[in-house]
């Protein structure tokens, strides 16, 4: 099975999905990162840029993650992009990646870059193309999802929990590559607070440990067994 990860930014894919993806990983599965965005200057200089860059790759391998593709558009200026380059960009890796399963960013995130790379994703996953994605998740992200201003399009309501309790370290070790990323506690972008939401999604399902996802989409086989 293909999995196909969307991320706005170099981190968000193990943030929201790290322990997922080395499950995913674990069971044979080939998994994909598509990173949206690079920092731009002044922000971010070209040497920091590479840094993170690299922080990135080696996190995903760690998941193992079979290939991480950067499509290198202006992170937090998604808003001068045209529609059409960013859902084209996307269109492309969907087909050629061809996922059984695509995860995205929760679309009532705080960051405008994650709404944007939400919408562009729901169209490069439209069931329209040669190939046809079965389901589509979306993510929570700590320190951009629930900050929004409270409404009920805002709120991430997970109806999927996947349980991740043998892979909550991995998923942790991945984030702590992030050296330019990663923040003391209480900081939500910190070792302590991903493991603690971790821990609390598994504790609702009776489980030890979860990632929690919004289930957008979801298409079925036509065939009849027997």
């Not at 995903?60 to 960009?89: H, I």
């Not at 492309?92 to 705080?110: E, F, L, S, T, W």
């Not at 629930?146 to 999927?160: H, I, L």
Request: net charge negative.
């Amino acid at each position: 099975m293909n999995v196909l990860v969307i991320a706005p930014h170099r981190d968000d894919e193990v943030i929201g999905v790290g322990g997922t993806i080395a499950k995913h990983s674990y069971l044979g599965d080939s998994v994909f990162v598509c990173i949206l965005t690079h920092g731009v200057e002044p922000v971010c200089t070209p040497l920091l840029d590479a840094k993170i860059k690299n922080e990135c790759i080696e996190a995903d391998k760690l998941l193992g993650v079979k290939e991480t593709l950067f499509l290198n558009f202006p992170a937090a200026m998604l808003e001068t992009v045209s529609r059409y380059e960013l859902n084209d960009a996307l269109i492309k890796v969907v087909q050629r990646i061809k996922p059984d399963v695509a995860y995205i960013p929760h679309c009532g995130d705080m960051h405008l870059d994650h709404k944007i790379v939400a919408d562009a994703a729901m169209v490069a996953l439209r069931p329209k193309y040669q190939h046809i994605v079965k389901k589509i998740y979306a993510y929570e992200t700590l320190s951009e999802t629930g900050w929004d201003v409270p409404n009920t399009a805002n709120e991430f309501m997970p109806m999927s929990y996947n349980d991740i309790n043998g892979y909550l370290d991995l998923k942790i070790d991945a984030i702590k590559r992030f050296t330019t990323q990663i923040a003391d506690y209480p900081n939500p972008r910190s070792a302590e607070a991903i493991r603690a939401l971790a821990i609390y999604r598994g504790a609702s399902m009776n489980m030890q440990a979860a990632e929690a996802f919004i289930l957008l989409r979801e298409i079925c086989s036509g065939e009849v067994s027997g």
